[in-house]
């Protein structure tokens, strides 16, 4: 199983990104696709999470309104468009599968990627 992360970089606050992850060797349908975010000198905290179907979303409270999670099960590829982004944004944004329908908890994920860095500047 392999999960890729693109999109990240330097942004300054109040503009937008657009994060892809692109995953192989998974049955990718069947799988809760999630986003993790972990800033410096922090845990590694939930973003959101979207069920293989797409019908249950959930968000952390500290991005709704701004961030949308997406997926596109034929192209095995979930996405995470930031809006509206702010300093306390920053952190290195990690994707990952679950086998468990409502996965929020990081032990619920089986399977992550190398993350890719997301800097905000003020």
């Known amino acids: 199983v392999q999960l890729v992360e693109s999109g990240g970089g330097l942004v300054q606050a109040g503009g937008s990104l657009n994060l892809s992850c692109a995953a192989s060797?998974?049955?990718?349908?069947?799988?809760?696709m999630g986003w993790f975010r972990q800033a410096p000198g922090k845990e590694r905290e939930f973003v959101v999470a979207?069920?293989?179907?797409?019908?249950?979303?959930d968000y952390a409270d500290s991005v709704k309104g701004r961030f949308t999670i997406s997926r596109d099960n034929a192209k095995k590829m979930v996405y995470l468009q930031m809006n509206s982004l702010k300093p306390e944004d920053t952190a290195v944004y990690y994707c990952?599968?679950?086998?468990?329908?409502?996965?929020?908890?990081?032990?619920?994920?089986?399977?992550w990627g190398q993350g890719t860095q997301v800097t905000v500047s003020s």
């Open positions: 990952a599968a679950s086998a468990i329908l409502y996965a929020h908890r990081q032990s619920e994920y089986g399977y």
């Open positions: 979207r069920s293989w179907s797409g019908i249950n979303t």
């Open positions: 060797g998974l049955t990718f349908s069947s799988y809760t």
